[in-house]
């Protein structure tokens, strides 16, 4: 028999909503949708649902990102919960925010639902409805504590890439220029990458060595507590 002990409660809708970031080789980027629904249709928004009687949390992020996109398989960290009263003009909604992270090239939207996905440069990502530039704001914290307290960058560049562009995503992850040499020797000195005998030569006419992470070393690298990565 199934009784409804909580009937008496008031009943709030809870939602996730989550964070796509993207590298493209160049520049930190973010996925963001058009709404085609009130309330704020036509405006720009993070990709997000509701939470199933069925799921938990984690599970209706990664249904919400698969459903909507056709990620799926990607880093996606738990990162905040917003609950103010008046967040969600359309009824009381409790957000739980993720934030996830790929390499734009890597990934195809063939399962995408959403016509209005756009990739936005961080720098250029317009102003977002309700609470979500605050989740933004949040999430670019975490990513650049992360960077400064782990390695970074086994979810966000291709399998093999150069040293130029894992600077270039330290460079954009943390809003400033990085010098080459001191960059080189602070990578060299965490002992994760592997330096292939391949080179890259789309971008010099010597080009330029690729490298890959040496997985497991990376794993426990990031599982490592009292790390710096001072830049």
């Not at 009943?11 to 964070?19: G, R, W």
């Not at 609470?131 to 933004?136: A, G, K, L, T």
């Not at 602070?186 to 080179?199: A, M, Q, T, Y």
Request: a neutral charge; aromatic letters at 10%; hydrophobic letters at 40%.
């Amino acid at each position: 028999m199934h009784l409804n002990y909580y009937q008496k409660e008031d009943q709030v809708l809870l939602a996730v909503d989550c964070i796509i970031f993207g590298f493209d080789k160049e520049n930190l980027k973010i996925l963001l949708i058009k709404r085609n629904f009130e309330p704020e249709k036509g405006k720009w928004s993070l990709i997000g649902g509701f939470l199933k009687k069925n799921e938990d949390l984690d599970e209706a992020a990664v249904r919400v990102l698969e459903t909507l996109t056709g990620l799926n398989d990607i880093y996606l960290e738990q990162l905040h919960t917003y609950s103010k009263i008046d967040r969600d003009p359309g009824q009381r909604t409790i957000s739980v925010a993720y934030y996830a992270l790929i390499d734009v090239d890597s990934h195809r939207f063939d399962g995408i639902q959403i016509d209005s996905a756009h990739w936005f440069d961080i720098k250029d990502a317009p102003d977002l409805i309700f609470d979500h530039n605050e989740m933004v704001r949040k999430a670019k914290a975490r990513l650049r504590r992360r960077a400064l307290t782990k390695p970074i960058g086994f979810e966000l560049l291709p399998e093999k890439f150069t040293m130029r562009q894992l600077q270039n995503l330290y460079e954009s992850i943390l809003d400033k220029k990085l010098d080459k040499r001191n960059f080189i020797n602070k990578i060299n000195s965490l002992d994760v990458l592997v330096k292939l005998d391949e080179k890259d030569m789309s971008v010099s006419r010597k080009g330029a060595y690729l490298y890959i992470f040496d997985k497991e070393k990376y794993e426990k690298k990031v599982e490592e507590d009292g790390f710096i990565f001072k830049l």
